[in-house]
């Protein structure tokens, strides 16, 4: 089974920028897709941004423009966040999805606190 660690999170003031990064336990060779979704207290987990294995880059509205996402060999992702606000403060999941099966597995998660 495939394992998904995250890294990067942390404490960043309103304006600045953090670098999240996802790694898999192994390559994923069959087409998927591999993203980041954040939760915020008492709010539902959304999308924040996804690449397909063709490259294909999704963004939620609230984060174009400022976020980036890579894929940036087989099995890792990151999310570049510039221009960071404090509704961006939350838990933030990596997520992997093959699109053959559907099966989706979840990092543990990385906590994104922006505050002055």
């Known amino acids: 089974q495939v394992q998904l660690v995250e890294s990067g999170g942390g404490l960043v003031q309103p304006g600045g920028c953090l670098r999240l990064?996802?790694?898999?336990?192994?390559?994923?060779?069959?087409?998927?897709?591999m993203g980041w979704y954040r939760q915020a207290p008492g709010k539902q987990r959304e999308l924040v941004a996804t690449?397909?294995?063709?490259?294909?880059t999704n963004y939620a509205d609230s984060v174009k423009g400022r976020f980036t996402i890579s894929k940036d060999n087989a099995n890792t992702v990151s999310l570049q966040m510039n221009s960071l606000n404090a509704e961006d403060t939350a838990v933030y999941y990596c997520?992997?999805?093959?699109?053959?099966?559907?099966?989706?597995?979840w990092g543990q998660g990385t906590q994104v606190t922006v505050s002055s």
């Open positions: 990064s996802c790694a898999a336990s192994q390559s994923i060779f069959w087409p998927h897709t």
């Open positions: 690449v397909t294995t063709g490259g294909s």
């Open positions: 997520n992997l999805q093959i699109a053959v099966n559907g099966v989706t597995y």
